[in-house]
């Protein structure tokens, strides 16, 4: 009886799946919902009578729990990076005509897809089982959302046995949330009087970041697959691997194309221009891959985005709304930018309020009057801006908008920053929005990672008088954070975790949390290598710093200007007390040297020993600079398998050395 028992579960798991792929994947379903119903509710009653046979990714599960969690973070296999946008044809014929150049001219073939505007997910299958999945955080890592992923119907939890899948694998995609959804869903909450969702990705991004599962699986999420990554892949191109991802099950975009020259791909933009508007879910583009897998680790990436893959961004949507009024707001390096306030105006599915006019240059220019009507769009379909005036609505007394003379938050006299168009607030360590500003960089996710510090909670600590250097952040105690508004127990020992885990955020993190000026993420890291701990770097003169790599005389002066200040210097030593990390792990320096100074080398191929990103993290860690391009300069070509024709033959014609994997790791690991 038992056996029975347990054989007709499974036969109704594995049927309701088959329906839940024929419902949302193909839209073909072959059952009415009331037959569905009465199937789940048959497997539901199995389920109760005989918990020995529970399985979280049964069909009945998909409704989610409302037990509250939060998300763990999880490191990805493989760096989740974004793409390169173009905004024109001529862009996107420029990236094809570099892609031929890169390969030596080897044929190109390209496969144009949907760029789904969602929010990205990775999603990992073990034996045709969904093991875990993960947004894409910062690329590098991203939060644990199986049980909510679990609740998108159009995700398979267990694929059908025989289908020829690796026994481990995974997929990429977007999770989105249908026009149709979202538009009830704000319906809902307008009757409810809730705040609306600016945007379907807003909503989609927001829904999977929810606590409850259960509440997750009444949005109606969906998702698209657009990626296949693993050890054992079908086959050598991204087309068919993409065929395959949808022969298992998932749900893979109809319009997937492959391209073979630049006439189809303009073909393929100009029909989906237009197109895209009938599309059931939201999109800001299409995207454009190098079919060939080989291709595509031949082509390699950047630091942020790969060399073989490029998005290209329809044409902005341009409407028509009033000047309110122009706003000025001081930002953390003193910067005055001018804000458009406008009347609300629907663009490209968000509701337009502001948009931001960045200097006095770009005021002039535009010519923009008092109660104007302007022109707006969004770049990328991103960032609203004014892009003209309508001249004809302009009113006979209406006067140019005046840029302030003044900050407007401390009434310091403005100044302008020599060849710039900037104006900005010289009261650098007295003027608000300044100071509030450095403690919201100080507690980043990519600096100090003190979860919970945004800018509300900021303003916060700064009214309060808890926080007025990012210093007075470690004598904050959870006693003191409930003496602020809506702060309980939970949310104060939240901060006061992180306060504690960021004693252990390595030195060039820290230096790149000071908020120097000119001193971004990539510029921190040099000064912190070159200097080694906060001492030496504090002492180092502008001629010391100018001879670092790539660090100038505009970043040498901006640095010992920084530490020439007291109130900078207390703010060190007090940080120094308080126990964060003031000079490089000597584990970090164990790993460097200079054995690859001076040396410029240039990765080209297959590797079977390390990746192509672990040889470009050794080759910078023994000094030595990475290059995409051979030429006269380079000292040594890397070279692994199907290393590309036109590569091979420059380095030999220009004379320059070809080593193997095996010789680039003797010549790292030789004393």
């Known amino acids: 009886m ?24 193909l839209s073909q379903p072959t059952i009415t919902d009331l ?50 946008n173009t905004y024109s044809i001529e862009e996107v014929e420029d990236f094809i005509r570099r892609v031929s150049k890169e390969l030596g001219g080897e044929n190109v073939q390209l496969v144009g897809e949907m760029k789904f505007d969602g929010t990205s997910i990775s999603l990992h299958y073990e034996h045709g089982r969904l093991v875990r999945a993960v947004t894409r955080g910062d690329g590098t890592r991203g939060d644990d959302v199986t049980s909510n992923i679990t609740t998108i119907k159009s995700i398979p939890l267990q694929l059908p046995e025989g289908l020829g899948y690796p026994d481990s694998f995974e997929v990429r995609g977007e999770v989105l949330m249908p ?45 698209y697959i657009y990626y296949l990554l693993g050890d054992e892949l079908p086959a050598d191109n991204h087309f068919d691997n993409m065929k395959a991802v949808k022969s298992w099950g998932f749900k893979v975009s109809d319009a997937m194309k492959v391209l073979n020259n630049i006439n189809e791909a303009l073909e393929f933009i100009n029909y989906w221009d237009n197109e895209r508007h009938n599309l059931p879910v939201a999109t800001d583009g299409l995207v454009f891959k190098v079919n060939s897998l080989a291709q ?46 406008l009347e609300p105006v629907l663009l490209s599915g968000t509701i337009v309020k502001r948009a931001s006019l960045h200097n006095e240059d770009i005021i002039k220019s535009l010519d923009i009057h008092e109660g104007d009507y302007v022109y ?21 007394d209406s006067k140019p908008i005046e840029f302030v003379s003044h900050c407007p938050v401390c009434g310091t006299k403005l100044e302008r920053v020599e060849g710039e168009a900037a104006w900005v607030c010289p009261n650098k360590y007295r003027c608000r929005p300044q100071i509030t500003g450095k403690i919201e960089h100080f507690v980043g996710r990519r600096m100090m990672n003190i979860d919970g510090i945004g800018e509300e909670v900021a303003e916060q600590l700064y009214s309060a008088g808890l926080v007025r250097t990012i210093a007075d ?48 993420e990539t510029v921190a890291k040099k000064l912190a290598f070159a200097a080694g701990d906060i001492d030496h770097l504090m002492a180092m003169n502008v001629d010391e710093l100018s001879s670092i790599d790539e660090i100038g005389q505009i970043i040498g002066e901006s640095v010992v200007e920084y530490f020439a200040e007291p109130l900078n210097q207390a703010i060190i030593e007090r940080l120094k007390i308080a126990g964060l990390k003031m000079a490089i792990d000597r584990e970090t320096l164990a790993k460097k040297s200079t ?59 220009l004379g320059i050395t070809i080593i193997n994997e095996d010789q680039f790791l003797e010549m790292i690991e030789k004393e």
């Open 595 to 653: 054995r690859l100074a001076g040396m410029t080398i240039v990765i080209s191929g297959v590797f079977s020993h390390h990746s192509r990103d672990e040889y470009k993290a050794m080759i910078e860690a023994n000094g030595g600079k990475n290059s995409g391009s051979i030429s006269s300069k380079t000292s040594y070509v890397l070279a692994g398998d199907n290393m590309g024709p036109a590569k091979l033959e420059k380095a030999r014609n």
């Open 296 to 341: 595509q680790e031949e082509m390699g990436a950047t630091a942020k985005s790969p060399k073989w893959a490029v998005a290209y961004k329809f044409q902005p949507e341009r409407v028509s709304t009033k000047l309110k009024y122009v706003s000025f707001e001081t930002g953390r390096m003193g910067n005055i930018t001018p804000v458009a306030n």
């Open 179 to 223: 026009w149709k959804v979202f538009d009830a869903l704000n319906r809902e909450r307008e009757f409810n009087e809730e705040p609306l969702f600016a945007n379907p990705r807003n909503a989609a991004s927001g829904t999977l970041k929810l606590q409850n599962s259960a509440e997750v699986a009444k949005r109606g999420l969906d998702a």
């Open 473 to 520: 952040i470690y004598d904050l105690t959870a006693e003191r954070l409930m003496t602020l508004d809506r702060f309980k127990e939970k949310s104060a020992a939240r901060i006061m975790k992180g306060i504690e885990d960021s004693r252990n955020v390595p030195f060039e993190r820290v230096v790149y949390a000071l908020s120097i000026p000119n001193v971004g």
């Open 35 to 84: 037959e569905f119903d009465m199937k789940l509710k048959e497997l539901q009653q199995l389920e109760d009578a005989n918990p020995e046979y529970f399985d979280p990714y049964s069909p009945t599960q998909r409704v989610g729990s409302d037990i509250n969690k939060a998300f763990t973070q999880i490191k990805h296999d493989r760096p989740m990076m974004s793409l390169s």
């Open 2 to 25: 038992g056996n029975e028992t347990k054989d007709r579960i499974e036969a109704l798991r594995k049927e309701l799946n088959e329906h839940n792929y024929r419902y949302y994947v």
């Open 376 to 396: 707006v769009e969004k770049g990328g379909e991103i960032i609203p801006k004014i892009v003209g005036v309508d001249n004809s609505k302009r009113s006979s």
